[in-house]
């Protein structure tokens, strides 16, 4: 039987920030259990880092490399390219994902419903909802993924109030 192959995309799994910690916790677990494919899809993460570090799994960057000024000035041509978005089908096409796994502010991942890519993959997010009430448009794109989860049961309640039937919540997965 084929592994599922799952692409995760957040912040690198090596930087000290919120969404690279988790990154590195989620990661490191899906990966020991043997039943995954993974691939990382790096925001902020550059290729001669992750080498030094022998990530274990599919590590790729999506910082341009050292010295490529071309790709440096495509990714500050569009904010959403720090994210991914510049990059995002290719890797798609190369790794062929069965699950797009995001968890990030909704104005960093919502392009990924753009994609022309997005029939073939299962896309499952966890955009942070610490308000109320979330944009419409938010909304609108959370309703698109074939699964939510939330940070929190706040985040939670907020989805299914204001999503109703639309969204497929499908619990928490609180980093804490």
């Excluded at 090596?14 to 899906?30: D, P, V």
Aim: glycine share 6%.
């Amino acid at each position: 039987m084929n592994k599922k192959r799952v692409l995760v995309m957040s912040e690198a799994h090596y930087l000290n920030s919120g969404f690279g910690t988790y990154s590195k916790e989620l990661i490191t677990r899906l990966h020991q259990t043997g039943k995954y494919d993974i691939a990382e899809f790096a925001s902020y993460g550059h290729l001669k880092k992750a080498n030094l570090l022998n990530t274990p799994w599919l590590y790729i960057a999506n910082m341009p490399e050292e010295g490529n000024a071309e790709e440096e000035k495509l990714l500050h041509s569009n904010a959403s390219y720090q994210f991914g978005a510049w990059r995002f089908d290719p890797v798609c096409l190369s790794f062929k994902p069965d699950i797009v796994l995001s968890y990030r502010d909704p104005w960093m991942d919502d392009w990924i419903q753009s994609s022309s890519l997005r029939k073939y993959f299962h896309w499952l997010w966890m955009p942070t909802v610490d308000s109320a009430p979330q944009r419409p448009e938010w909304i609108e794109t959370f309703s698109k993924c074939d699964a939510i989860l939330s940070y929190s049961e706040f985040g939670g309640e907020v989805l299914k109030q204001q999503g109703k039937e639309r969204i497929n919540w499908i619990g928490c997965a609180s980093p804490g």
